[in-house]
């Protein structure tokens, strides 16, 4: 087990990156297979010079330690029940692999 504060620097195959418009529960994905660990942060207003908000929206990241596409999978169906009923929606959701120095083309065709 570890804590919040090292998620981001345990070693991990991939992120899942997910934006939405309204408040869920993010330890509600902690249990997914291939989920690690999760990180989510609120929306704040944009400090000047720019302009505009984020107030209202979510961003959770799931770090993950399976790959990132089969990962994918298990989350998309817990996201759409997580969406279904409309109280959030979903802007994002979208696995990224790690980058590997000079792997370079790893994930390419």
């Known amino acids: 087990m570890?804590?919040?504060?090292v998620v981001p620097w345990r070693p991990?195959?991939?992120?899942?990156?997910?934006i939405e418009e309204g408040?869920?529960?993010a330890e509600d994905l902690i249990d997914v297979p291939g989920v690690a660990g999760i990180w989510w942060f609120d929306g704040v207003d944009s400090l000047a010079p720019f302009q505009g908000?984020?107030?209202?929206r979510q961003i959770t990241m799931c770090y993950?330690?399976?790959?990132?596409?089969?990962?994918?999978?298990?989350?998309?169906?817990?996201l759409a029940k997580r969406w279904k009923g409309g109280a959030v929606k979903g802007l994002l959701?979208?696995?990224?692999?790690?980058v590997v120095p000079f792997e370079w083309s790893r994930y390419l065709p």
């Open 2 to 5: 570890i804590g919040a504060d």
């Open 12 to 18: 991990m195959k991939g992120l899942y990156l997910i």
């Open 23 to 25: 408040r869920a529960p």
């Open 53 to 56: 908000t984020a107030k209202g």
């Open 64 to 78: 993950l330690g399976d790959d990132p596409l089969v990962s994918a999978a298990a989350l998309a169906e817990r």
């Open 93 to 98: 959701a979208a696995p990224f692999h790690t």
